[in-house]
């Protein structure tokens, strides 16, 4: 079993719409949880990170679940330029280090 | 500029021959780490390192190696390259100890690499 574990999707949805990805991870000593974006095969970049209490950041709201082990990433309102892939990314306790694991990815196709 | 690249951006090697990725980062962050990326099996660590001369295996290290003379540095060899090493490779670095960064991973522009 993958330690970080997303739905590959695509998911399609129309602009507009909300959207939600979930990700579980098999570590339960894990830190710190992020999710970030990757266009294309470009580098990812730090979408925002998932904070206990959960945060928002505009139309994006992240919400960790110690007790069941997910993180979870909402979209409202989803534009066009939201198409990317979301990758959950967990730190989690290596040898001394808090050392990061990714999850696969979860395809975001927006269409008109 | 400040920041972390890659090079080279492109690379087209043979089956046998060694090859060095490199990495280079401007912020003076203590981790790095060595990505690959391919379809079907999304980011996986290669190595990673704590510190200048600190290094530790990830989930797929063999055919690598790497080092760590300076802390702003952190090359990539393949010693004896191999067709399935064909990949994007990604360098990235965080900045845990930091307040304002945290442990955030910034990555480089990635280095597609082809070994035929």
């Known amino acids: 079993r993958k330690e970080v574990e997303q739905d590959p999707g695509p998911f399609n949805v129309p602009e507009g719409a909300t959207v939600a990805f979930n990700c579980t991870y098999s570590?339960?000593?894990?830190?710190?949880f992020f999710w970030y974006r990757q266009d294309c095969r470009k580098e990812p970049k730090l979408l925002m990170s998932v904070y206990s209490s959960g945060n928002e950041d505009g139309r994006f709201t992240a919400q960790l679940n110690r007790a069941s082990q997910y993180i979870s990433l909402l979209i409202r309102d989803s534009k066009l330029s939201d198409s990317a892939t979301y990758l959950c990314?967990?730190?989690?306790?290596?040898?001394?280090?808090?050392?990061?694991?990714f999850g696969r990815g979860t395809s975001l196709i927006v269409h008109p | 500029d400040a920041g972390i690249t890659q090079s080279p951006r492109y690379k087209i090697t043979e089956t046998g021959r060694q090859v060095t990725l490199m990495c280079h980062q401007t912020?003076?962050?203590?981790?790095m780490f060595w990505y690959r990326q391919d379809l079907g099996h999304g980011l996986r660590l290669i190595y990673y390192s704590a510190a200048a001369d600190i290094t530790d295996k990830g989930e797929v290290p063999d055919g690598y190696v790497v080092s760590r003379s300076k802390t702003e540095n952190f090359p990539l060899t393949l010693e004896s390259a191999t067709r399935s090493q064909t990949s994007v490779y990604f360098c990235?670095?965080?900045?845990?100890?930091?307040?304002?960064?945290?442990?955030?991973?910034?990555f480089g522009p990635g280095t597609r690499l082809t070994v035929l």
């Open positions: 912020w003076s962050h203590s981790y």
């Open positions: 990235a670095s965080d900045g845990r100890g930091r307040p304002t960064t945290g442990d955030t991973q910034y």
């Open positions: 990314v967990v730190n989690a306790a290596s040898g001394g280090s808090y050392i990061p694991t």
């Open positions: 570590n339960s000593a894990s830190q710190s």
